[in-house]
């Protein structure tokens, strides 16, 4: 049973950093695209972040690039995202995913992801 699981969520003030963990268990994972997404209230969930595993190869949204930085520690199967500089917008449900799929552009689209974690609340106040 594939599970992936976030935590590092939290309340911080403008400027702040957080540091978001997602452990993933019940397969292996070297072929797959892991990404972040987030969703703030009476949004769409939208993209943030993504790695594919075995290369390394990174991906980031436009909003975030130069302050979020995507990572993964093989040996512990966990994906990171760390997020510096945050702003009030950034406040949403953020949510790890995991896409056996891979062609150009499906790293940003969220139903080419196969399995999703069930989210950690961050809150930045102004």
């Known amino acids: 049973q594939v599970q992936l699981v976030e935590s590092g969520g939290g309340l911080v003030q403008a400027g702040g950093s957080l540091r978001l963990s997602c452990a993933a268990s019940?397969?292996?994972?070297?072929?797959?695209?892991m990404g972040w997404f987030r969703q703030a209230p009476g949004k769409e969930r939208e993209f943030v972040a993504a790695?594919?595993?075995?290369?390394?190869?990174?991906y980031y949204a436009d909003s975030v690039k130069g302050r979020f930085t995507i990572s993964r520690d093989n040996a512990k199967n966990t994906v990171y995202l760390q997020m510096n500089s945050l702003k009030p917008e950034d406040t949403a449900v953020y949510y790890c995913?995991?896409?056996?799929?891979?062609?150009?552009?499906?790293?940003?689209?969220?139903?080419?992801?196969?399995?999703w974690g069930q989210g950690t609340q961050v809150t930045v106040s102004s």
């Open positions: 995913a995991a896409s056996a799929t891979w062609y150009s552009g499906s790293v940003y689209s969220p139903p080419q992801y196969d399995y």
């Open positions: 019940g397969r292996t994972f070297s072929s797959y695209t």
């Open positions: 790695i594919r595993w075995t290369y390394g190869i990174t």
